[in-house]
């Protein structure tokens, strides 16, 4: 099955009347990430060992406490922030794990891009939580029931203990799942759900809650009931923001966690696929189906992202560019093709892919080019296609080219960026361009190599504004046979400040036939401070 998502993509979200969020909740995150690698990916479906209750502990409040708990120590009355030591009173035979912060998020990361299978849309909510803008996305599995289902079936079989919740708002789909099970619910109810849940449900710090239920407020149909103005007096207009973004008074948006791409291509797969071969096949397909959307707008591709879903649920995102907007399928694949033989070792195509995706990330427009008279391709698309494929094998800044910058600074005269972020913009006139008033500024000649930072040297001269007569560079002597110069520069008093020292730079040739490029900065004066002199250049 194929599926393409025109851009923007919200427009394929405005087909419902109403926004709809999926928000999950992973209450056993970490012990879940722990038992995975115990005994794998499938112990859930297939059964856990017989094995003491499984604890992540850290440090809190000087002692050694449990951060996390899993669903059978929960049963014996073990619970997080409890101390370590009580809970081995407790359970002797306690499997206890230091918890891994980073470890965690990203895990939570790999579920979030797995999740990506349902909508582009998927934000982070804390460090146990997910929400899932589904808009417009629930008929493609049957409805919101089926694909709730298929979801929390999903996460089961991959170890994960999940719970999950859809409503009309982000705060009451939060609420749900951490406090009312998994389900639905439908707009018209929005309101009158919430009220039988704790006040912990509105998303509120901890001391809030503690002081709210040492009022008596202990539900949220007690803060439903409360007069609005005392009640924002004595907590704050917290209670009172999350209470109307669960009930859909106050609009709540949600960030995904990755930029929506402008036009996206699926392929939902009978069978999976491992060879690299029929994943390229594939590729060219789908970049097909995007040539014809492309052309409508008149716009070519400048970044591609490609999603492979492997089957036991880990996500490779693989992204190449280009360097002029491009929509041709066969162009396309082949940039795939050398980013694979790049990533030939790191792709791991396990079982294989159930899912493949190819995104368009930026679009720009694509000025039709003519062929010359034989059909062949014109130069500049012909250098286009060596750019783009050694940027998608070696990298994006395995090509450079200079730019010149308005500065008579040598060191700032000139840029080396990626060649990519240079493609399709206007090369400025020839530098030897002599018309007064056009082009860039004839400048004195400059040597081929010149030294990222200037570096100090030893230096004798036979007169106070003369070349040297020797100096000393890299521990090397070096005697002047010929000597041109000096060529005064003054630097940017914008930039340095006014105190800054002129240079007076020399052309020198030693004995040897080698040429430097030296500058002496400061002057020969009675009663001063000696100048310094430089190395800034080697000569071809």
């Known amino acids: 099955m194929t599926v393409c998502f025109p851009s923007p993509p919200l427009s394929l979200f405005q087909q419902t009347t109403s926004r709809r969020i999926l928000a999950l909740f992973f209450p056993h ?48 009355g073990l619970k997080p922030g409890q101390g370590l030591a009580e809970a081995r009173a407790i359970c002797p035979a306690l499997d206890a794990v230091i918890a891994d912060e980073a470890a965690e998020r990203r895990f939570l990361e790999g579920i979030a891009d797995w999740c990506d299978r349902y909508t582009p849309l998927v934000a982070i909510e804390g460090g146990d939580g997910l929400f899932l803008d589904i808009t417009g996305c629930s008929h493609l599995l049957g409805g919101e029931e089926l694909l709730l289902g298929d979801i929390l079936k ?13 409503s009309s708002t982000p705060g009451l789909s939060w609420a749900m799942a951490r406090f009312g ?21 509105c998303r509120l710090p901890e001391e809030t809650v503690l002081a709210l ?3 008596g407020l202990k539900r949220v149909g007690d803060l439903l009931a409360a007069p609005r103005a005392p009640l924002a007096r004595r907590f704050g207009p917290l209670p009172l923001l999350r209470l109307d973004q669960m009930l859909g ?10 930029p929506v791409a402008d036009l996206s291509v699926e392929r939902c797969l009978a069978e999976p696929l491992q060879c690299e071969e029929a994943i390229l096949q594939l590729v060219q397909r789908m970049a097909v189906t995007l040539k014809t959307e492309l052309e409508a707008r008149c716009q070519g591709g400048r970044r591609f992202e490609l999603l492979l879903f492997r089957v036991d649920g880990r996500v490779f ?24 033989v790049a990533l030939h070792d790191d792709l791991d195509t396990g079982y294989g892919f159930e899912i493949m995706r190819l995104n368009v990330l930026q679009a720009e427009t694509l000025h039709r080019l003519q062929s010359d008279f034989v059909g062949g391709a014109p130069v500049e698309t012909a250098l286009a296609t060596f750019v783009d494929q050694a940027v998608a094998r070696f990298g994006p800044d395995c090509l450079v080219r200079p730019v010149l910058q308005e500065s008579h600074v040598p060191e700032r005269a000139s840029l080396l960026p990626s ?31 010149l030294l990222k930072v200037p570096e100090i040297i030893e230096a004798a001269a036979e007169a106070p504004e003369g070349p040297p007569m020797s100096f000393r560079w890299r521990r090397c002597l070096h005697r002047v046979r010929r000597a041109e110069g000096p060529e005064k520069l003054a630097m940017e008093w914008w930039i340095d400040g006014e105190e800054a020292p002129a240079r007076n730079y020399f052309q020198v040739e030693d004995d040897e036939g080698h040429r430097y490029w030296l500058f002496r ?14 190395m800034h250049g080697v000569f071809a």
Not at 155 to 165: N, P, S, T
Not at 249 to 258: H, K, L, M, N, T
Not at 431 to 446: F, L, N, Y
Not at 521 to 534: D, I, T
Request: net charge positive.
């Open 29 to 76: 995150l970490p012990t879940d990430r722990i038992a995975r690698r115990y005994w794998g990916a499938s112990w859930r479906s297939t059964g856990r060992p017989d094995h003491p209750p499984l604890v992540c502990t850290g440090r809190m409040k000087n002692a050694m406490r449990l951060t996390a708990v899993d669903e059978i120590g929960v049963a014996i």
């Open 249 to 258: 008074r106050e609009d709540e948006p949600i960030s995904p966690r990755r």
């Open 181 to 201: 099970g998994n389900g639905t619910v439908a707009e018209r109810h929005t309101k009158s759900v919430p009220a039988s849940f704790p006040v912990a449900a």
């Open 154 to 166: 999903r996460l089961f079989e991959m170890g994960l203990d999940a719970r999950g919740a859809i």
């Open 317 to 340: 995102r693989i992204g190449v560019g280009s360097s002029v907007p491009l929509r041709d399928p066969t162009g396309i694949s082949c940039l795939f093709s050398e980013r694979l």
């Open 419 to 449: 060649v990519t972020d240079l493609m399709g913009i206007v090369s400025p006139p020839d530098v030897g361009q002599k018309e007064a008033g056009t082009g860039w500024p004839v400048r004195a000649r400059r040597p081929i190599r």
């Open 213 to 215: 239920r040492k009022t």
């Open 521 to 534: 900065e400061g002057a020969y004066v009675s009663n001063a401070e000696m100048p310094r002199w430089f």
